[in-house]
């Protein structure tokens, strides 16, 4: 397995690449040579925040902690990994993405599998408003995304706050 370590105003110590290469090396056991890790370590009001991305022919894992030690956060990071790797062991092993293995590395059960069932079902009329209306029904409804269709540009979007009070819009492409 490729691993690739990023930093965002925050070091990274050789001991902790070493550390974090070590663990995240005993995941390559689900995947084969050809996978590729991605570490990203920040700092951000003395909050260390880590974010793991595992690709592996097609597929994505991904994991993002923080807390206030950043060796904490590789412990935290790899059973959320394994967890999501387990979960779509069935899916991927038809389709011989993921070995099959029996023993875990950082989880001690196995997660159940089964998907929530959908409890609430809403359906609504698409006006066209702008970008600007949908976040100010955001603000005043106290939700964190909002579905319209966009009078510039005709298509359906997506506006979602971030945890950064910012916010991000998707475009859906149909």
Known sequence: MKIEFVERNYKISKKLKEIATEKIERLSKYFGSDARAKVVCSEQNKTQKLELTIVNKGMLYRSE?????????????????????????????????????????????????????????????????????????????????????????????VLYKRADSKYGLIEVNY
């Open 65 to 157: 902690v923080a807390s206030d030690e950043m060796f904490n956060n590789i412990d935290l990071a790899l059973p959320k990994i394994e967890r999501q790797i387990v979960r779509h062991k069935d899916k991927n092993l038809a389709k011989s993405r993921v070995k099959e293995v029996n023993a875990f590395e950082f989880i001690t059960e196995t997660p159940e599998e089964k998907l929530p069932d959908i409890y609430k079902k809403k359906t609504f009329d698409l006006d066209p408003i702008t970008v600007e209306d949908a976040k100010d029904f955001i603000e005043r409804l106290g939700h964190t995304f909002f579905v319209f269709l966009n009078a510039e540009t005709g298509k359906v979007n």
